[in-house]
């Protein structure tokens, strides 16, 4: 460090336009930085901060720690705590000031010149380290973001304990520390020489904007200064000394003066004599005029007030949210201990249009740190299902830093995480039924079973039970998992489910035909998602979940059922024979069922494959390619009802080897895909079947219906592959 005397010198200066000489009397010492500090710097300006706008947050956060201590230091002391900012144009400079607790000329060279003796190589151990956090927000640091924007600095601050000093830098060659003498009671007055490429901000309305993003709710007043213009009325009288004759008239020895001020009248002899008569006109005139105004920016923050009132919580929900409704519920939480945070926490009555957009640029909960807001992009402090969620995160604990990367690795923000998830959860249960089921579920049901889907078995349960179904006892009305174990029958080996596009098609369904009879309740799953979300979730209060729809299905049958099944597996012999080997590839096996009681077939699918519904979901997809469509491509069992006189009346034309029989497999195999749930792949060859069916019925004479057209119609009829 160099060192230089200066003695006995004055120096004049501009603070609000006024000349002020400063007394530099006192020994000044100017201090270098060293080698390093330039790289230090470009860390600094160039990668620390992303946006140039955070310099004016730092210095707002520093002035109001700087009120902090003077309230805790002066507590007798009457004045008003506020933070005080304005610009002056003419001389391009940015003024933030307050009255806090000030510094003495030891505080300037240890806070101001943090950087200055930190070194390039300590400042970046710090920042990588577990106690970066202490380092990011502390004075040395968050002042130095003002070279962001300035090329010159003045601070000038007034302990209690201390004189008057002036410390000022341009950020790279060093920093003077000087006496000086503006009048200062106490505090601190940071003036910025704002750099020609950033004035910006020399707007009062760029300011205001900032510091309602980032400091609307400091505890202290922060007053901004406005430069306006206004347009007014004013009188302005005008004089007119020519009388006209028409103005003065006599009538029954009455004078009558129009629009004229008659200081002295007189009649003698019918002659009207006018003394000192003088025309007053009264007009207005639009004038301009400059004037000041202080305006405060900010307001306490909502959710460290006791008081706040229901309509106070829904108004700051629509100003957060941008939403013109009121939020269908809402929650204040606390956390103390290791970690300490406020805040609340919204759910919004209907979902919002951009719900599972992952483009979206900023998060619903926005961040702060000790009342200063840090960031909207914080995605990871709910899990995605919980998107919806609105609020505000207060901490006190978290680095006043704009790096999402370092703020997503703290400890503390991992704690607030588990908390705010608890909070979620706690608002949601205790939404009551009635407004759950018709509002809520409504809007959020796919939240809900992506958070069964992602979560881990200590949050799923409490999910699982959020979850509502319509289903085959309650068409009319969505039941909650609960419901149905406590409706169960004691001999029903699990929970049924049925998947299809909407609750007819599942109430239709003839997989459901032996439960229904049995009165065995079945849930009709109707969305996608659903699909999705058996994956993971099999289980529910150790009930097994069982598809409907799966060959092999629990239904609970009895020694004297399986027996029957086996008997007809036997007898029907020749007929599953004869249908596999028509059919081909096209299923897997083809078996007697006990499950039908009305219909003569269905399709079901084996465990480890698809079902129906999520084979037609795949294929479905615009980016499916032959990989994801082959890999689990639903494997087809067709399962027959024995006791169905369709059936029956096959098994004997099969015996009699009647001509025909392909087509009747081939149609019955086709019909039975549609009312199982499958696409047809080939719907040409289903048309010409029906087409011939009606004819037949028709009595439709066929001259060319031989052996080689029956042959080329299976030809026909065979299955295009959902890989090509």
């Known amino acids: 460090m160099e060192e230089t005397q200066i003695m006995n010198k004055t120096i004049s200066t501009k603070i609000m336009n006024k000349t002020i000489a400063i007394d530099t009397d006192e020994i000044t010492n100017e201090k270098n930085f060293n080698a390093d500090i330039q790289q230090l710097m470009n860390i600094i300006v160039n990668s620390f901060y992303s946006q140039n706008e955070i310099f004016l947050r730092e210095l707002v956060s520093n002035a109001s720690d700087a009120l902090d201590k003077a309230r805790i230091d002066a507590i007798h002391d009457d004045s008003i705590l506020k933070i005080k900012i304005f610009i002056n144009k003419e001389e391009k400079t940015l003024t933030i000031e307050d009255n806090g607790i000030g510094f003495t000329h030891e505080d300037l060279n240890n806070n101001l010149g943090t950087i200055a003796h930190s070194g390039t190589k300590d400042f970046m151990q710090k920042l990588k380290s577990s106690d970066s956090s202490n380092m990011i927000g502390q004075f040395g640091v968050g002042f130095y973001s003002a070279f962001l924007v300035a090329d010159k600095v003045n601070v ?72 306006k213009t206004r347009t007014k009325e004013v009188e302005v009288e005008e004089d007119d000394d020519d009388i006209k004759v028409d103005d003065v008239k006599v009538e029954d020895d009455d004078v009558k003066v129009d629009d ?60 957060i949210s941008k939403d013109w409704e009121e939020p269908l519920n809402y929650i204040t939480f606390s956390l103390e201990g290791s970690v300490q945070a406020k805040g609340i926490l919204y759910i919004p009555k209907k979902a919002p249009s951009d719900l599972f957009q992952k483009e979206t640029k900023s998060s619903r909960i926005k961040l702060y740190v000790k009342k200063v807001f840090v960031s909207d992009q914080c995605y990871n402090i709910l899990p995605d299902y919980l998107n919806f969620i609105t609020g505000v995160v207060d901490s006190v604990d978290l680095p006043l830093n704009v790096s999402r990367e370092i703020l997503q690795q703290e400890k503390s923000l991992k704690i607030i995480r588990k908390t705010l998830l608890k909070k979620v959860l706690e608002l949601i249960e205790k939404i009551p039924d009635k407004e759950y089921e018709e509002n809520f579920y409504k809007h959020f049901s796919k939240n809900i079973k992506l958070a069964v889907y992602e979560n881990n078995n200590k949050y799923k349960n409490r999910f699982a039970k959020l979850l509502r179904y319509y289903s085959s006892r309650s068409t009319d009305t969505l039941i909650n998992l609960d419901d149905y174990v406590k409706n169960m029958k004691k001999e029903q080996p699990g929970i049924y489910y049925i998947s299809g596009d909407n609750k007819d098609i599942c109430q239709n369904s003839p997989f459901v035909e032996k439960l229904k ?91 480890y494959s698809y079902t129906s ?112």
Not at 184 to 210: A, C, F, P
Not at 560 to 566: G, I, R, S
Not at 593 to 607: E, G
Not at 692 to 703: E, R
């Open 260 to 319: 004229v001020k008659v200081d002295d009248v007189k009649v003698e002899n019918d002659d009207v004599k006018v003394e000192d008569v003088t025309n007053k006109k009264k007009k207005t005139q639009q004038i301009t005029e400059n004037y000041e105004e202080w305006e405060q920016i900010n307001k306490k923050p909502i959710w460290r007030k006791k008081d706040a009132t229901k309509t106070e919580y829904e108004e700051f929900y629509k100003t």
């Open 156 to 227: 000038y601050t007034k302990h209690k304990n201390d004189k008057e000093y002036l410390w000022k830098s341009n950020g790279i060659k060093g920093y003077t520390i000087n006496t000086s003498n503006i009048g200062l009671k106490r505090g601190t007055k940071i003036v910025l020489h704002i750099k020609k490429s950033q004035e910006e901000y020399l707007d009062e309305n760029k300011l205001k904007s900032i510091l309602t993003k980032h400091s609307e709710f400091i505890s202290y007043p922060i007053e901004l200064l406005f430069h």
């Open 613 to 724: 519904r999520m084979q037609n979901i795949v294929n479905a997809q615009a980016l499916a390619n032959s990989t994801s469509q082959n890999f689990m491509t639903a494997k087809k069992v067709l399962e027959i009802n024995p006791n169905h006189k369709l059936i029956l009346t096959l098994k004997n034309k099969i015996n009699k080897n009647d001509k025909s029989i392909n087509d009747i497999i081939w149609l019955l195999f086709e019909s039975t895909s549609l009312n199982s749930g499958f696409q047809l792949t080939n719907p040409n060859s289903f048309y010409k079947r029906i087409i011939n069916i009606m004819a037949l019925g028709l009595g439709c004479d066929d001259d060319d219906d031989d052996d080689d057209d029956d042959e080329k119609l299976e030809d026909d009829t065979e299955e295009i592959d959902l890989t090509d």
């Open 517 to 607: 009879k049995r009165g065995w309740e079945v849930l009709y799953f109707t969305e996608p998602l659903d699909e999705y979300l058996l994956q993971s979730f099999t289980e529910y209060e150790t009930k097994k979940l069982i598809c409907c729809t799966k060959e092999g299905a629990d239904f609970g049958d009895s020694k004297e059922e399986q027996e029957l099944l086996k008997q007809n597996e036997k007898t029907f012999e020749k007929t599953l024979k004869k249908i596999k080997e028509v059919l081909g590839d096209k299923i897997e096996k083809c078996k007697i069922t006990n499950r039908l009681t009305d219909s003569p077939s269905i399709i079901s699918t084996v465990d």
